[in-house]
């Protein structure tokens, strides 16, 4: 249902493109967020994207560095990262959560919301 890609090995500073691919599901009804998990750490909710009520969000940590879009004809999630720091290191996931708004913060940072998960990609970020 859900396939994340993108992830790879860069310096401090560079850029990555993460994509979430969707399959069987309309971007019209579930809310997708990426989350990510460091060595040791739990899974943190990183941003949201919801076209049901044009909602998004963000972790502070990564506002006015990440920017999250989504292509409905391509089914598509995107996570552009830019300025990317060490601490963004982590497996990247994408997430569905059915009419999941992108406002209510409590629960996008909640991982028992979703119902699809992706597989994962790995982002290195070298200092």
């Known amino acids: 249902q859900l396939q994340a890609s993108g992830g790879g090995v860069v310096q401090a500073g560079g850029s990555l493109r993460l994509s979430c691919t969707t399959s069987?599901?309309?971007?019209?009804?579930?809310?997708i967020t990426w989350f990510r998990q460091a060595p040791g750490r739990g899974r943190e909710g990183v941003s949201c994207?919801?076209?049901?009520?044009?909602?998004?969000w963000y972790v502070d940590s990564v506002k006015d560095r990440f920017t999250i879009s989504s292509d409905n004809a391509k089914r598509t999630v995107y996570l552009q990262m830019n300025g990317v720091r060490p601490d963004d290191t982590g497996v990247y996931y994408c997430?569905?959560?059915?009419?999941?708004?992108?406002?209510?913060?409590?629960?996008?940072?909640?991982?028992?919301?979703?119902?699809?998960w992706g597989q994962g990609t790995q982002v290195t970020v070298s200092s």
């Open positions: 997430a569905a959560g059915w009419s999941l708004s992108c406002g209510l913060t409590n629960r996008v940072a909640t991982t028992a919301v979703y119902e699809y």
């Open positions: 069987g599901m309309s971007l019209d009804d579930y809310g």
């Open positions: 994207i919801s076209k049901r009520d044009s909602s998004t």
